[in-house]
């Protein structure tokens, strides 16, 4: 009876985890969708790059769309000032 407890705990945390990340990802606007998207296409890649990328979100635009997204925590930056780079949070 134990291990079928366990089980059950199991899937219930896996399943709020799943319900989670979708909710997460369904509250982000546009932009923030283009950012998130452009992360996991160009992985480790920084502001700038993200820019050129999707070319209708000025730089200052993204960084400040990404620094949401790691309050979300769907990404993670990493290095400090020109050397900062940004890639998918890994759960």
Same mark, same amino acid.
């Given at each position: 009876?134990?291990?079928?407890?366990?089980?059950?705990?199991? =899937?219930?945390?896996?399943?709020?985890?799943? #319900?989670?990340?979708?909710?997460?990802?369904?509250?982000?606007?546009?932009?923030?969708?283009?950012? @998130?998207?452009?992360?996991?296409?160009?992985?480790?890649? *920084?502001? &700038?790059?993200?820019?050129?990328?999707? =070319?209708? #979100?000025? =730089?200052?635009?993204? &960084?400040?769309?990404?620094?949401? @997204?790691?309050?979300? *925590?769907?990404?993670? &930056?990493?290095?400090? *000032?020109?050397?900062?780079?940004?890639?998918? &949070?890994?759960?």
């Amino acid at each position: 009876m134990a291990f079928f407890t366990s089980l059950i705990r199991i =899937q219930t945390k896996r399943l709020k985890e799943k #319900i989670e990340e979708y909710s997460s990802n369904n509250t982000l606007n546009a932009d923030e969708k283009r950012v @998130l998207q452009a992360v996991k296409k160009l992985d480790g890649v *920084n502001a &700038k790059r993200i820019a050129e990328e999707i =070319q209708t #979100i000025p =730089q200052s635009s993204v &960084k400040l769309i990404l620094n949401r @997204l790691i309050a979300k *925590n769907l990404v993670e &930056k990493h290095g400090l *000032n020109k050397g900062t780079w940004y890639s998918i &949070k890994l759960k």
